[in-house]
């Protein structure tokens, strides 16, 4: 996968390249990545490790100014964007108009640099999607940036501290994109953000989600079924276009959904799909995922997760983030997933990662308390009334009571909504005063920060789907690193999704309707009407069982407790009554244990 680093200066030094070099030398030999200098001159040195399969590529456009990454196009076929001139493709001079310009008129997953060797004034910019990370610290008074925060851990001299408010808000406010990452010292560039840097940083957003969903589309049904189904279909093309051979992990609604894309591009020899079971009730879907697989012609690998595939040592060699990562999988260390996409040779995996929040599976009355938020006509009330009713799984009169008590409460929009995130089996695990959800909602991503009236069920859309991406970085010791594409979280379709009235991607009642409605004639009509959901119990409860002495070990005697994370006391009665404790407080002990071995490689990375 494409890596970069970045090097710059802001005072008239210059840059120490006799240190750069010798760092880039460490990094072969303990990585064993080739790298190559792109451009150097007296303030700014790129480095990368060359064009890769995906199209991912460091680019000049004029002098001073570079794009990493992959730019698309929006205009017809979402081409690859490729331009002489950033300057006279966008008719501006500066990365903060021409960025406003590429947010516009592009979009992929890519950062932009621009320097000017003669006052030591540079700039950075992000894409909103969040694709290609873009990790920042401060070393021997110049500024270095990265895709793989682990580079950092190798700069010479370099100490690492834990910044435990991010670990709290990662563990009450998953899944949302936050503005400092788990170390006191990397920073970020964070999505859709330009930042000039001179003798101070200064900060700007010129994505906001929030104002994208304010310009509401007034579309019929079908006129949005069209719009939607042709936006994703196009986006998936797009960013699988590199690969000549795909693996899909094929589950639920949404995976089938994007399967039914991929299959509009593809010949079937060029895609296979997996499919993951267990031997419980709740843990084997594949009667849908043959039924999906057999509806367009596409072969379907599946295997039986096997708790004893999931080695917790493994996470002593994985590969470092910058922050913790926001789920425990043992899903792809018990399924295998690597060994077969090894075996099959495939250049890609593509998921339908994202599609809860951005198609709209999200619990309670919140499309009913937006459609009278927006003032729209009484007339449509009492259908949406109705559609809310069932989605929520209420009764009609409690529907109602239910909204005029929001309406007369009147609370702010954000902390409603942010109360209503925080996954419940983790809570009793954290000290109280770590998990207050005013304070930790400080450290979101400044862009997520709606207006105290805006439409709550919209911004429950938002907060769980905007600047969403799949970690980069993660790889495994001793296996290819292969790229993972995640089409629903593309700029172009989730602004789409934003624009569109919550009311209507429920309608009838069902979650995702909008979505169902969409491909209701490229998929298996028991697809179509699927709600339920797989849960692959035993698993983690199995791997648990196994390593219950020695998660108790670490666990109460690391830093998450002497850092005041976890309630030590909470934790060592749930050791004692474990057994009878639910799948999900299990599962939620091996994300802390996840987050417990994060942290002490990065203090130990720090005493090299």
């Known amino acids: 996968m494409f890596r970069y680093l970045v090097f710059a200066s802001r005072d008239n030094a210059g840059l120490p390249f006799s240190n750069i070099i010798d760092y880039i030398e460490y990094l072969k030999d303990d990585h064993g990545y080739t790298w190559t200098n792109v451009y150097s001159d007296r303030t700014i040195s790129i480095w990368d490790t060359g064009p890769s399969a995906d199209y991912f590529r460091t680019s000049m456009f004029e002098p001073g100014t570079f794009i990493l990454g992959r730019v698309i196009s929006r205009a017809s076929g979402y081409a690859d964007w490729r331009a002489t001139s950033l300057r006279d493709s966008s008719g501006t001079v500066g990365l903060r108009d021409q960025g406003e310009w590429l947010f516009k008129n592009t979009w992929g997953a890519y950062v932009a640099f621009s320097s000017n060797p003669e006052n030591q004034i540079f700039s950075v910019l992000r894409d909103p999607s969040g694709g290609l990370p873009c990790h920042h610290i401060r070393w021997r008074n110049i500024d270095v940036f990265s895709s793989n925060a682990q580079l950092f851990a190798s700069l010479p001299q370099q100490k690492f501290s834990i910044n435990f408010d991010s670990v709290a808000a990662a563990a009450v406010l998953p899944n949302i994109c936050k503005a400092e990452t ?69 589950g639920g609604l949404d995976s089938s959904i994007l399967l039914a894309c991929l299959r509009e591009s593809r010949h079937p020899s060029s895609l296979k799909c997996v499919t993951h079971f267990s031997d419980s009730f709740r843990g084997d879907e594949r009667h849908y995922t043959r039924a999906m697989a057999a509806h367009v012609s596409t072969d379907l690998i599946e295997t039986r997760l096997d708790p004893s595939r999931v080695d917790l040592g493994m996470l002593n060699q994985q590969e470092l983030g910058a922050s913790p990562s926001s789920v425990f999988d043992c899903l792809q260390m018990a399924g295998d997933l690597h060994g077969i996409a090894q075996v099959h040779q495939v250049d890609a995996l593509t998921y339908g ?44 009169a409690r529907t109602v009571f239910g909204l005029i008590s929001e309406r007369r409460g009147q609370v702010a929009c954000g902390p409603y909504v942010l109360n209503l995130i925080p996954p419940m089996p983790r809570m009793p695990f954290l000290e109280p005063e770590m998990a207050s959800i005013d304070y930790l909602a400080q450290k979101l991503h400044p862009a997520l920060s709606p207006p105290c009236n805006f439409p709550k069920g919209k911004y429950l859309q938002i907060a769980t789907s905007a600047f969403l991406n799949i970690d980069y970085h993660l790889s495994m010791p001793d296996q290819r690193e292969i790229p993972r594409v995640c089409p629903l979280l593309a700029q172009p379709f989730i602004e789409l999704c934003f624009r569109l009235p919550t009311w209507r991607q429920i309608n009838g009642g069902i979650d995702r309707s909008l979505a169902r409605f969409a491909f209701r004639d490229r998929l298996p009509e028991a697809i179509v009407g ?49 057994d009878r404790l639910s799948l999900a407080s299990k599962s939620t002990i091996l994300q802390f244990y996840d987050w417990e071995i994060w942290a002490s490689r990065w203090i130990a990375a720090g005493l090299r």
Not at 538 to 551: A, T
């Open 182 to 250: 788990g170390l006191a010292e990397v920073g970020m560039v964070l999505p859709g953000e330009y930042s000039l840097f001179g003798e101070t940083r200064c900060r700007e957003y010129l994505w906001n989600p929030v104002s994208v969903a304010q310009k509401r589309l007034a579309l019929g049904l079908e006129e949005s079924a069209a719009l939607l189904r042709e936006t994703l279909i196009n986006v998936t093309e797009a960013l699988t276009r590199p690969y000549s051979k795909l693996m899909h992990n094929l």
């Open 353 to 396: 990662f994202g599609g809860d929040s951005v198609l709209y599976h999200l619990p309670g009355i919140y499309p009913v308390l937006d459609y009278v938020a927006c003032r729209e006509p009484l007339t449509g009330l009492p259908r949406v009334i109705l559609d809310a009713a069932q989605y929520g799984r209420r009764s009609v």
């Open 530 to 578: 699927r709600t339920s959901k797989s849960i692959p119990e035993g698993v983690y409860d199995q791997v648990f069982d196994r390593e219950r002495k020695h998660l108790k070990e670490v666990l109460l005697d690391g830093l998450l407790v002497d850092n005041g994370i976890l309630n030590r006391p909470y934790l060592e009665d749930f050791f004692t009554k474990a």
